[in-house]
């Protein structure tokens, strides 16, 4: 999940959830857990999105690198890897 491939795919991803206006932190989250899973994303689990993409940003990070490492997450987690 290092490639560079994926790289360009979570930052278009990233790109694409903010520039959607309409949506705030929570909604993104929940926009990226619907595309990338294909399933709404659980209270828990936005409440600990949003902490990562925060804490993500207080080291230093813009706003576009936060979503991207939060989206290659997403792409590198086994429940999009593997089916059940």
Same mark, same amino acid.
């Given at each position: 999940?290092?490639?560079?491939?994926?790289?360009? %795919? =979570?930052?278009? /991803?990233?790109?694409?959830?903010?520039?959607? =206006? @309409?949506?705030? @932190?929570? *909604?993104?989250? %929940? =926009?990226?857990?619907?595309?990338?899973?294909?399933?709404?994303?659980?209270?828990?689990?936005?409440?600990?999105?949003? @902490?990562?993409?925060?804490?993500?940003?207080?080291? *230093?990070? @813009?706003?576009?690198?936060?979503?991207? #490492?939060?989206? %290659?997450? /997403?792409?590198? #987690?086994?429940?999009?890897?593997?089916?059940?």
């Amino acid at each position: 999940m290092n490639s560079q491939f994926v790289a360009e %795919r =979570a930052q278009n /991803l990233a790109k694409q959830i903010l520039d959607n =206006a @309409s949506l705030d @932190s929570a *909604g993104r989250v %929940r =926009a990226l857990y619907q595309k990338i899973l294909n399933r709404q994303a659980m209270p828990l689990e936005i409440d600990g999105s949003l @902490s990562y993409i925060e804490g993500f940003q207080k080291r *230093g990070a @813009s706003l576009q690198d936060a979503w991207t #490492s939060f989206s %290659r997450i /997403l792409l590198a #987690s086994n429940e999009y890897i593997y089916l059940d």
